[in-house]
């Protein structure tokens, strides 16, 4: 039975496009949509189709259309806006006959609500960088010494590294927080960070491939250039945090490293912009997704990669003939 992969909001994740068509090697298709002939990754699919912005009131109906016509087994998105509207309608792409590949509602929102995880984390009892809801709250612990400048103001529910303010005073921190929607401000963290992609296997819960990345500079929120490494430490403190959590399919953790001591930042349910690091370092998630999409479950990797495979992004571009939108 062919295997037939939808990839919403493609945009400019070409390479995913790609791994998607090595893995499946022919025994299906993979199909982008995007709402703007200029998204380049659209044009690397076996198909695509423009749809509306996934704000658009008809925007579900035109992906349960794609659904239907071209037989689509699994469906991802690699934007945040659209995760959550994935899982909340998980049902009904059911009833279509597609599944969608990504965690449990509640989990996903949780990701996405910085205070949410922090709170989550603390539960678990899992190392994590502090966090306040108001400049008072701050103020009130940087006053009795539980608290000290450098912070972080960041969105609650932000991504892309949007917003972000670095205060080193009183001053820098009630500015940022003015001009911050829907603050959070967060302990700062001046130790190394690693990026972490782990896929949790969608029929088992258990992680079964964990692939660390030194990361060596960021732009835009996403990693630049990177360093493979292997720690057997870090990957058996998120393998236990994510089958805990209940995630499933692909995850992005971000990961500070103080004093030897290792704490979870952030998480991102789906693919991270680093990802095509592990990808080439022989760590085919594509293929996970698949194997479980066929009903099969997915062994805990066994060779893992190589260390020291260093990531360096550089531009490419995509010149096509296009009608206008």
């Not at 659209?42 to 695509?48: E, I, K, M, P």
């Not at 966090?131 to 969105?155: H, I, L, M, N, Q």
């Not at 099969?296 to 490419?316: D, F, H, L, T």
Request: glycine share 6%; aromatic share 10%.
């Amino acid at each position: 039975m062919a295997v037939n992969i939808l990839i919403l909001s493609a945009g400019t994740r070409n390479k995913i496009v790609q791994f998607y068509k090595e893995a499946l090697r022919g025994r299906g298709k993979v199909v982008a949509t995007d709402c703007s002939p200029y998204a380049p990754a659209l044009y690397d699919a076996d198909a695509w189709e423009i749809v509306p912005r996934i704000d658009a009131t008809d925007y579900l109906e035109r992906i349960y259309a794609v659904i239907r016509k071209w037989k689509i087994t699994g469906a991802l998105s690699l934007i945040d806006p659209e995760l959550s509207l994935l899982a909340a309608h998980a049902e009904e792409f059911r009833a279509l006959g597609c599944t969608p590949m990504i965690s449990d509602y509640d989990l996903v929102e949780t990701c996405f609500h910085k205070y949410r995880m922090y709170e989550l984390l603390r539960e678990y009892g899992i190392p994590t960088a502090r966090c306040w809801r108001s400049v008072a709250e701050f103020e009130r612990d940087a006053a009795s010494g539980t608290a000290a400048y450098p912070a972080f103001v960041k969105p609650e529910n932000g991504s892309a590294s949007m917003l972000i303010s670095r205060c080193d005073n009183r001053e820098e921190l009630r500015f940022a927080a003015a001009h911050c929607p829907e603050l959070l401000i967060q302990e700062y963290m001046p130790g190394q960070e690693y990026g972490v992609d782990a896929y949790v296997d969608m029929l088992s819960g258990r992680c079964v491939s964990i692939f660390i990345k030194k990361k060596l500079k960021m732009r835009a929120g996403e990693t630049d250039k990177a360093v493979s490494v292997r720690d057997d430490r870090l990957a058996a403190l998120v393998r236990a945090f994510a089958e805990r959590a209940g995630f499933r399919g692909q995850i992005d953790i971000d990961v500070f490293a103080q004093d030897g001591v290792y704490y979870i930042s952030e998480v991102n349910p789906r693919y991270g912009g680093g990802y095509p690091h592990a990808y080439l370092c022989g760590v085919d998630t594509p293929s996970l997704y698949i194997a479980n999409l066929e009903g099969r479950e997915n062994p805990p990797e066994s060779e893992g990669y190589e260390a020291g495979i260093a990531m360096m992004k550089y531009v490419e571009l995509t010149v096509r003939r296009v009608e206008e939108a």
